[in-house]
Protein backbone atom coordinates (compact mmCIF):
# COMPACT_ATOMS: atom_id res chain seq x y z
CA UNK A 1 0.00 0.00 0.00
CA UNK A 2 1.20 3.04 -1.09
CA UNK A 3 2.48 5.53 2.69
CA UNK A 4 0.14 8.16 1.57
CA UNK A 5 0.56 9.91 4.92
CA UNK A 6 4.01 10.52 3.64
CA UNK A 7 3.60 10.69 -0.04
CA UNK A 8 1.09 13.54 0.23
CA UNK A 9 3.29 16.19 2.21
CA UNK A 10 6.58 15.41 0.51
CA UNK A 11 4.97 15.76 -2.73
CA UNK A 12 3.35 19.00 -2.43
CA UNK A 13 6.46 20.46 -0.95
CA UNK A 14 7.80 19.45 -4.62
CA UNK A 15 4.55 20.86 -5.94
CA UNK A 16 5.37 24.01 -3.93
CA UNK A 17 8.81 24.45 -5.13
CA UNK A 18 9.62 28.28 -6.63
CA UNK A 19 10.57 26.95 -9.90
CA UNK A 20 9.59 28.77 -13.06
CA UNK A 21 6.23 27.74 -13.56
CA UNK A 22 5.31 28.94 -10.51
CA UNK A 23 6.77 31.71 -10.30
CA UNK A 24 5.12 32.66 -13.87
CA UNK A 25 1.66 31.96 -12.09
CA UNK A 26 2.95 34.32 -9.08
CA UNK A 27 3.81 36.61 -11.29
CA UNK A 28 1.07 36.44 -13.80
CA UNK A 29 -1.61 36.83 -10.78
CA UNK A 30 0.13 39.74 -9.85
CA UNK A 31 -0.48 41.74 -13.11
CA UNK A 32 -3.89 39.92 -14.35
CA UNK A 33 -5.69 38.48 -11.05
CA UNK A 34 -5.84 35.43 -9.56
CA UNK A 35 -8.84 33.89 -12.27
CA UNK A 36 -6.41 34.21 -14.91
CA UNK A 37 -3.51 33.47 -13.15
CA UNK A 38 -5.19 29.78 -12.07
CA UNK A 39 -6.39 29.32 -15.65
CA UNK A 40 -2.99 29.81 -17.09
CA UNK A 41 -1.18 27.74 -15.05
CA UNK A 42 -3.51 24.57 -15.77
CA UNK A 43 -1.39 24.49 -19.00
CA UNK A 44 1.18 22.19 -17.51
CA UNK A 45 -1.02 19.88 -16.37
CA UNK A 46 -1.28 18.20 -19.75
CA UNK A 47 2.77 18.60 -19.81
CA UNK A 48 2.99 16.65 -16.34
CA UNK A 49 0.84 14.64 -17.25
CA UNK A 50 2.91 13.12 -20.37
CA UNK A 51 6.00 13.70 -18.09
CA UNK A 52 4.76 11.04 -15.85
CA UNK A 53 3.18 8.56 -18.44
CA UNK A 54 6.52 8.36 -19.76
CA UNK A 55 8.32 7.92 -16.31
CA UNK A 56 5.43 5.28 -15.21
CA UNK A 57 6.37 2.64 -18.54
CA UNK A 58 9.91 2.90 -17.82
CA UNK A 59 9.95 2.40 -14.35
CA UNK A 60 7.18 -0.09 -14.26
CA UNK A 61 9.57 -2.16 -16.77
CA UNK A 62 12.20 -2.08 -14.44
CA UNK A 63 10.83 -2.83 -11.49
CA UNK A 64 8.92 -5.61 -12.38
CA UNK A 65 12.42 -7.39 -13.55
CA UNK A 66 14.62 -6.51 -10.76
CA UNK A 67 14.21 -6.10 -7.18
CA UNK A 68 17.53 -4.93 -6.43
CA UNK A 69 16.63 -2.45 -9.48
CA UNK A 70 13.78 -1.19 -6.69
CA UNK A 71 16.45 -0.47 -4.20
CA UNK A 72 18.73 0.77 -5.93
CA UNK A 73 16.55 3.62 -7.47
CA UNK A 74 15.26 3.83 -3.84
CA UNK A 75 18.15 4.52 -2.32
CA UNK A 76 19.41 7.36 -5.37
CA UNK A 77 16.05 9.09 -5.16
CA UNK A 78 16.28 9.61 -1.21
CA UNK A 79 19.78 10.93 -2.27
CA UNK A 80 18.60 13.21 -5.27
CA UNK A 81 16.07 14.79 -2.63
CA UNK A 82 18.39 15.69 0.04
CA UNK A 83 20.71 17.40 -2.97
CA UNK A 84 18.32 18.94 -4.07
CA UNK A 85 16.70 20.28 -0.22
CA UNK A 86 20.38 21.34 -0.01
CA UNK A 87 20.64 23.18 -3.04
CA UNK A 88 17.74 25.26 -2.21
CA UNK A 89 18.79 26.31 1.00
CA UNK A 90 22.06 27.04 -0.35
CA UNK A 91 20.64 29.29 -3.35
CA UNK A 92 17.51 30.66 -1.65
CA UNK A 93 18.49 34.13 -2.75
CA UNK A 94 18.69 33.50 -6.00
CA UNK A 95 15.72 33.41 -7.85
CA UNK A 96 14.43 34.71 -10.96
CA UNK A 97 11.29 37.57 -11.66
CA UNK A 98 9.08 36.17 -14.72
CA UNK A 99 7.60 38.35 -16.79
CA UNK A 100 4.82 37.64 -19.22
CA UNK A 101 3.65 39.64 -21.85
CA UNK A 102 1.40 37.62 -22.81
CA UNK A 103 -2.32 38.45 -21.47
CA UNK A 104 -4.26 36.15 -23.72
CA UNK A 105 -5.50 33.44 -21.50
CA UNK A 106 -4.66 30.48 -24.34
CA UNK A 107 -1.34 32.41 -24.83
CA UNK A 108 -0.76 32.09 -20.66
CA UNK A 109 -1.28 28.33 -20.79
CA UNK A 110 0.78 27.32 -24.05
CA UNK A 111 3.41 29.77 -21.98
CA UNK A 112 2.86 27.27 -19.13
CA UNK A 113 2.45 24.32 -21.40
CA UNK A 114 5.74 24.71 -23.03
CA UNK A 115 7.91 25.69 -19.30
CA UNK A 116 7.01 22.48 -18.51
CA UNK A 117 7.33 19.81 -21.11
CA UNK A 118 10.97 21.73 -21.97
CA UNK A 119 11.99 21.02 -18.62
CA UNK A 120 14.81 17.99 -18.14
CA UNK A 121 14.07 18.32 -14.43
CA UNK A 122 10.61 16.63 -14.64
CA UNK A 123 11.47 12.91 -15.20
CA UNK A 124 14.40 13.50 -13.22
CA UNK A 125 12.12 14.15 -10.56
CA UNK A 126 9.26 11.67 -10.96
CA UNK A 127 11.91 9.14 -11.37
CA UNK A 128 13.82 9.60 -8.47
CA UNK A 129 10.60 10.42 -5.98
CA UNK A 130 8.01 7.98 -6.78
CA UNK A 131 9.80 5.32 -5.97
CA UNK A 132 10.24 6.37 -2.38
CA UNK A 133 6.48 5.48 -1.42
CA UNK A 134 6.49 1.63 -3.55
CA UNK A 135 5.31 -1.02 -1.83
CA UNK A 136 7.54 -3.63 -3.54
CA UNK A 137 4.82 -6.36 -2.48
CA UNK A 138 2.32 -4.81 -4.84
CA UNK A 139 2.38 -4.12 -8.54
CA UNK A 140 4.60 -1.49 -9.01
CA UNK A 141 2.50 0.00 -12.15
CA UNK A 142 -0.82 0.81 -10.08
CA UNK A 143 0.35 2.28 -7.46
CA UNK A 144 2.49 4.47 -10.11
CA UNK A 145 -0.07 5.84 -11.76
CA UNK A 146 -1.82 6.62 -8.51
CA UNK A 147 0.86 8.71 -7.33
CA UNK A 148 0.91 9.80 -10.33
CA UNK A 149 -2.75 11.50 -10.28
CA UNK A 150 -2.36 12.66 -7.20
CA UNK A 151 0.49 15.01 -8.25
CA UNK A 152 -1.19 16.34 -10.78
CA UNK A 153 -4.33 17.19 -8.75
CA UNK A 154 -1.46 18.58 -5.87
CA UNK A 155 0.26 20.28 -8.79
CA UNK A 156 -3.20 22.42 -9.24
CA UNK A 157 -3.40 22.94 -5.50
CA UNK A 158 0.23 24.54 -6.05
CA UNK A 159 -0.90 26.63 -9.09
CA UNK A 160 -4.44 28.47 -6.89
CA UNK A 161 -1.35 28.80 -4.09
CA UNK A 162 1.44 30.63 -5.82
CA UNK A 163 -1.61 32.86 -8.29
CA UNK A 164 -3.44 33.74 -4.68
CA UNK A 165 -0.08 34.85 -3.12
CA UNK A 166 0.73 36.61 -6.21
CA UNK A 167 -2.60 38.35 -6.18
CA UNK A 168 -2.31 39.40 -2.96
CA UNK A 169 1.32 40.56 -2.51
CA UNK A 170 1.86 41.32 -6.42
CA UNK A 171 2.80 44.81 -4.93
CA UNK A 172 6.07 43.82 -3.04
CA UNK A 173 6.97 41.69 -6.00
CA UNK A 174 10.30 43.11 -6.06
CA UNK A 175 11.04 42.10 -2.43
CA UNK A 176 13.31 38.71 -2.48
CA UNK A 177 12.61 37.98 1.35
CA UNK A 178 8.93 36.04 0.18
CA UNK A 179 11.23 33.91 -1.94
CA UNK A 180 13.88 33.07 -0.14
CA UNK A 181 11.83 32.20 3.31
CA UNK A 182 9.85 30.08 0.89
CA UNK A 183 13.15 28.37 -0.76
CA UNK A 184 14.03 28.18 2.68
CA UNK A 185 11.07 25.94 3.78
CA UNK A 186 11.19 24.25 0.77
CA UNK A 187 14.76 22.93 0.78
CA UNK A 188 13.88 21.90 4.52
CA UNK A 189 11.10 19.56 4.11
CA UNK A 190 12.88 17.70 0.68
CA UNK A 191 15.94 16.78 3.02
CA UNK A 192 12.91 15.95 5.78
CA UNK A 193 11.59 13.70 3.24
CA UNK A 194 14.67 12.11 1.62
CA UNK A 195 16.03 11.31 5.01
CA UNK A 196 12.78 9.19 6.04
CA UNK A 197 12.39 7.44 3.06
CA UNK A 198 15.84 6.71 3.35
CA UNK A 199 15.61 5.04 6.64
CA UNK A 200 12.10 3.52 5.74
CA UNK A 201 11.78 -0.25 4.85
CA UNK A 202 9.19 -0.10 2.01
Given at each position: ???WALFIPACFALNCAPGPNNM???SNAARLGFGTACLGGLGRVPAFAALIGVTVLGLGAVLAASAEAFVVIKIAGALYLVYTGIQLLLKAKQFAEMQSGDVALRALMRRDFTMAIANPKAIAIFTAFFPQFLDPSMPAWSQLLQMGGAFLVLEVLAVALYAAAGAVLGRFIKSARV???????VGAALIAAGGSMALSRH
Open positions: MIALAFFINLNRV
